[in-house]
């Protein structure tokens, strides 16, 4: 069950770190099924692809990975 309309974060864009797993994979993808488009950023590539591979199965491609390592200046 959803609470939140459909496309209600249409046009809209968000910046998920920790995107690759848990919580922040979560994220992203509840963000996307809602219209938005978002960046996953994470420090492993594979994760974050799979990530994008979720968004893509269930509908929402609008996920684009980037991997970063926010601990570095």
Known sequence: M????PGLLE?????????GSGIGRATALELAALGCRVAVLGRRQETLEETVRLAEVGGAGRVSPY????REP
Do not use: K, Q, Y
């Not at 959803?2 to 309309?5: G, L, P, S």
């Not at 991997?67 to 926010?70: Q, Y």
């Open 67 to 70: 991997a970063v390592d926010v």
């Open 2 to 5: 959803n609470v939140f309309a």
């Open 11 to 19: 046009g809209r864009v968000a910046v998920v770190s920790g995107g």
